[in-house]
């Protein structure tokens, strides 16, 4: 064995040497003469040496286009077997251009920030290919930013109420026709309540003192004001409007209320109807839910009220009625809602009253016109969200039907449940 041994590794050693030697050589002189041919898919396409005030029409911030380009590539078999789109950019030099214009792209485009790869000796050949370029004016322009309502579900024990400001604005410069067009159509940002815990709508409310402020402020977090822009930037974009600080959603602590207060009902008569139906001789029947009170009828039963504030409530709960529109359908049926009487002087008697009490202690970082617009846009959410239900938590319903010239309140029947 020993014997083989030596015969193998040290009997005429320098001839054995010699032979891996060349051998190694030989092996890498066929290699690197060894070409191939090797299409690269999703190449980025960079812009350099754009003219003062002037862009390229899909250029983003960092520079490239939104567009990508494939390119067929010939040269050194070892360098494009290891070579993919990350590696490679295609540079396009705007200098002294105007217009549109076809970049014909060559070897003299290519660039790589890797130091590792030699393109420039390995790359040997790149199948033409055109893009099409267009420089037009660079612009700034501010945006206009619709906060929509949200969507998702609010956390249990919670009422969504508001979202403010409802209108924000970001300040961004691109391409004067995606500029104008974003100008003219606006941005829609639209909040998902699902992202909004209740452990933390409660800790918001654990930092409130005062026992009568019903509603918790969740302001929305630096991180989710921002927009998409795809035609701008590859990343969200920061939305820089000041007032974005003030940016906020609206809970409501209570899920229902009581109404400690009779709800009169009234008859409507819209103008159309007066030659079909005669004001004078219809009138309202009292029953089991309507009573007349010193010839005032209303609803005396208890009622609760949901979607609202405690304090909004005491400012209207004396204000409310239930008007029946007297506009039968062929069922002789007809139509109800809650009405607010003088809706403007309950408006102001809400603002004067949080004004005076500082009910929530955050407003008063707010700029007073900005606090007031809030407050305004908080009373007004309440008149459309305020619903009217029962003790068992259903909804208020009511079937107001018209016999001759006397009309009925009702309750619907559900015997068939």
């Known amino acids: 064995m020993r014997s083989f041994l030596k015969r193998l590794f040290i009997n005429n050693w320098p001839r054995k040497c010699l032979s891996i030697i060349l051998s190694i050589i030989i092996w890498f002189v066929i290699h690197k003469s060894l070409t191939t041919t090797k299409t690269i898919s999703n190449i980025p396409i960079r812009?350099?040496?754009?003219?003062?005030?002037?862009?390229?029409?899909?250029?983003?911030?960092?520079?490239?286009?939104?567009?990508?380009t494939n390119l067929t590539l010939s040269g050194d078999k070892g360098l494009l077997d290891e070579l993919s789109a990350n590696d490679l950019q295609v540079v396009v030099d705007a200098n002294e251009r105007d217009g549109e214009w076809i970049a014909a792209i060559t070897r003299k485009n290519l660039r790589t920030e890797n130091s590792e790869l030699n393109i420039t000796?390995?790359?040997s050949r790149v199948q033409q290919q055109n893009v099409i370029i267009k420089l037009t004016k660079l612009i700034s322009e501010k945006i206009p930013i619709i906060i929509t309502q949200p969507i998702g579900e609010p956390p249990p024990g919670y009422q969504f109420v508001d979202i403010w400001p409802y209108q924000l604005y970001i300040t961004v410069s691109g391409p004067?026709?995606?500029?104008?067009?974003?100008?003219?159509?606006?941005?829609?940002?639209?909040?998902?309540?699902?992202?909004?815990?209740?452990?933390?709508?409660?800790?918001?409310?654990?930092?409130?003192?005062?026992?009568?402020?019903?509603?918790?402020?969740y302001h929305i977090p630096d991180i989710m004001k921002q927009?998409?822009?795809?035609?701008?930037?590859?990343?969200p974009i920061e939305i820089n409007d000041p007032d974005a600080k003030l940016l906020r959603i609206d809970f409501?602590?209570?899920e229902k209320l009581k109404l400690n207060t009779p709800i009169p009902v009234n008859l409507y008569f819209p103008p159309h109807v007066a030659n079909s139906l005669n004001p004078s001789k219809i009138t309202l029947t009292p029953n089991q839910l309507v009573e007349n009170r010193s010839g005032i009828k209303m609803i005396t039963e208890p009622l609760y009220a949901k979607g609202v504030s405690a304090h909004f409530l005491d400012v209207v709960k004396d204000m409310l009625e239930i008007a029946i529109i007297v506009n039968p359908d062929k069922d002789n049926e007809l139509d109800w809602s809650i009405q607010y009487i003088n809706a403007r002087s309950l408006e102001e008697k809400y603002?004067?009253?949080?004004?005076?009490?500082?009910?929530?202690?955050?407003?008063?970082?707010?700029?007073?016109?900005?606090?007031?617009?809030y407050l305004r846009n908080r009373f007004r959410s309440y008149m459309n969200r305020l619903q009217l239900c029962r003790a068992?938590?259903?909804p208020l319903e009511l079937v107001p039907k018209i016999q001759g010239h006397s009309i009925t309140l009702a309750e619907p029947s559900h015997d068939s449940e």
């Open 121 to 123: 000796q390995g790359i």
């Open 392 to 394: 068992d938590n259903k």
């Open 227 to 235: 927009v998409s822009l795809p035609l701008l930037s590859s990343t």
């Open 351 to 373: 603002l004067r009253n949080i004004k005076s009490d500082a009910i929530d202690e955050e407003l008063g970082g707010i700029q007073p016109h900005l606090r007031e617009d």
């Open 47 to 68: 812009i350099e040496n754009i003219p003062p005030g002037k862009t390229v029409e899909g250029i983003q911030s960092n520079g490239l286009l939104g567009q990508r």
């Open 176 to 217: 004067e026709e995606v500029i104008k067009n974003l100008k003219a159509h606006g941005i829609r940002l639209t909040f998902n309540l699902n992202d909004i815990t209740k452990s933390k709508l409660d800790e918001l409310r654990s930092r409130i003192n005062k026992d009568y402020v019903d509603v918790v402020s």
């Open 252 to 254: 409501l602590r209570y």
